[in-house]
């Protein structure tokens, strides 16, 4: 059940840090262009640092989670395991003899009296 909440958890995180990156401001414009407005002078540097810090924190919480994630999984699903100890090891088939002609003898002649 941990498990399940984790990854709800993941998914929630990815989704917000897809949004942070898509509204940051690269070097031809982007989205917060579009959402602030090209006449902001004071605010724009805040807001820079805002979406940075938040990168960094989403993706190092989004690194926490998956590694909490790994430790708490438990692998009770059965057949996760690559070899299974309880199976003997496959041999491998015996090479089969090579198969020689038989010899053939000539058959009698029915033909003859």
Do not use: R, Y
């Not at 897809?18 to 724009?44: A, C, D, E, H």
């Not at 940075?52 to 989670?65: D, F, N, R």
């Amino acid at each position: 059940m941990s498990f399940t909440i984790f990854l709800a958890l993941i998914i929630i995180v990815c989704f917000l840090l897809i949004l942070t990156i898509m509204v940051q401001n690269p070097k031809s414009g982007g989205l917060s262009s579009s959402f602030g407005g090209g006449g902001q002078m004071g605010g724009v540097q805040k807001t820079t640092d805002f979406l940075e810090k938040t990168t960094w924190v989403l993706g190092g919480a989004l690194i926490v989670l998956i590694l909490l994630s790994t430790l708490s999984f438990n692998g009770s699903t059965g057949g996760s395991k690559l070899v299974d100890e309880n199976v003997a090891p496959a041999t491998a088939p015996a090479p089969a003899a090579k198969a020689t002609p038989a010899a053939t003898t000539p058959a009698a002649d029915s033909t003859k009296k």
